[in-house]
C-alpha cells in the first residue's frame, strides 16, 4: 500500500468546529439519557402536581419533586461542561493560532503517524478499534481504553482525502 500523507494547517475555526463535534460525539448518549429523564419529569410533573389536591402530603410528590430536582441540576451540569469547553476551546485555539499548530498523518502498512510541534507518535493497526464515521467526522479509538485517538473531519481533510482515508480505514480497522 503506497504512503497516504496529509498535512493540515491549523485552522481556529475548524479546530472549535472538530473539537465541539468530538465533545457531542463523546456526550451522545448522554445527552439522549437526559432528554429521556426530562421527558419523566415532565410526566410526573403533570400527573403529581396539576390535580387538585393541594392539602394532602403525598410521598409520590415528594420523589417527584426530589427527581425534578435532579433532573434540573444535570442540565445545569451540562451546560456548565459546554462553558467550560468553550473557553478551553478559545484558550487552546489561541495558543495553537500563536505557534502556528500544523499536523500532519502518515497511513502506510504498518500503521498511523502523526506529528505535530509538540508530540510525534506511531500507532499500529491492531491498537485501533473499528473507526466510527459520524456527521462526517472520522473517530479512530485506542481499543483498551476506548478513547478517541484520532479526529479527522471532511472539512478538514476535503472530500477527497476524507473518502481515501475512509477507504483506508475500512481495509484496515473495520
Same mark, same amino acid.
Not at 481556529?12 to 468546529?17: C, D, E, H, N, T
Not at 448518549?29 to 410526573?44: N, T
Not at 409520590?60 to 442540565?75: E, N, P
Given at each position: 500500500?503506497?504512503?497516504?500523507?496529509?498535512?493540515?494547517?491549523?485552522?481556529?475555526?475548524?479546530?472549535?468546529?472538530?473539537?465541539?463535534?468530538?465533545?457531542?460525539?463523546?456526550?451522545?448518549?448522554?445527552?439522549?439519557?437526559?432528554? /429521556?429523564?426530562?421527558?419523566?419529569?415532565?410526566?410526573?410533573?403533570?400527573?403529581?402536581?396539576?390535580?387538585?389536591?393541594? %392539602?394532602?402530603?403525598?410521598?409520590? +410528590?415528594?420523589?417527584?419533586?426530589?427527581?425534578?430536582? /435532579?433532573?434540573?441540576?444535570?442540565?445545569?451540569?451540562?451546560?456548565?461542561?459546554?462553558? +467550560?469547553?468553550?473557553?478551553?476551546? +478559545?484558550?487552546?485555539?489561541?495558543?495553537?493560532?500563536?505557534?502556528?499548530?500544523?499536523?500532519?498523518?502518515?497511513? %502506510?502498512?504498518?500503521?498511523?503517524?502523526?506529528?505535530?510541534?509538540?508530540?510525534?507518535?506511531?500507532?499500529?493497526?491492531?491498537?485501533?478499534?473499528?473507526?466510527?464515521? /459520524?456527521?462526517?467526522?472520522? /473517530?479512530?479509538?485506542?481499543?483498551?481504553?476506548?478513547?478517541?485517538?484520532?479526529?479527522?473531519?471532511?472539512?478538514?481533510?476535503?472530500?477527497?482525502?476524507?473518502?481515501?482515508?475512509?477507504?483506508?480505514?475500512?481495509?484496515?480497522?473495520?
Amino acid at each position: 500500500m503506497p504512503e497516504k500523507i496529509i498535512h493540515i494547517q491549523f485552522n481556529r475555526v475548524l479546530f472549535a468546529s472538530a473539537q465541539k463535534s468530538l465533545w457531542k460525539f463523546a456526550m451522545r448518549g448522554a445527552f439522549k439519557q437526559h432528554i /429521556y429523564m426530562s421527558v419523566v419529569a415532565a410526566i410526573l410533573t403533570l400527573i403529581e402536581f396539576v390535580p387538585d389536591n393541594k %392539602n394532602q402530603f403525598s410521598v409520590s +410528590k415528594t420523589i417527584a419533586s426530589g427527581f425534578i430536582f /435532579y433532573v434540573t441540576l444535570v442540565w445545569i451540569g451540562l451546560i456548565e461542561r459546554w462553558i +467550560k469547553l468553550q473557553k478551553r476551546i +478559545k484558550t487552546i485555539g489561541d495558543r495553537f493560532e500563536k505557534e502556528g499548530m500544523d499536523c500532519t498523518y502518515i497511513f %502506510n502498512d504498518d500503521g498511523i503517524f502523526y506529528e505535530d510541534k509538540e508530540k510525534s507518535m506511531k500507532l499500529s493497526w491492531q491498537l485501533f478499534k473499528p473507526f466510527e464515521a /459520524y456527521k462526517d467526522n472520522i /473517530y479512530i479509538k485506542q481499543k483498551d481504553t476506548s478513547s478517541v485517538v484520532f479526529h479527522l473531519s471532511r472539512q478538514e481533510l476535503g472530500d477527497k482525502d476524507y473518502d481515501e482515508v475512509y477507504a483506508l480505514l475500512e481495509k484496515k480497522i473495520r
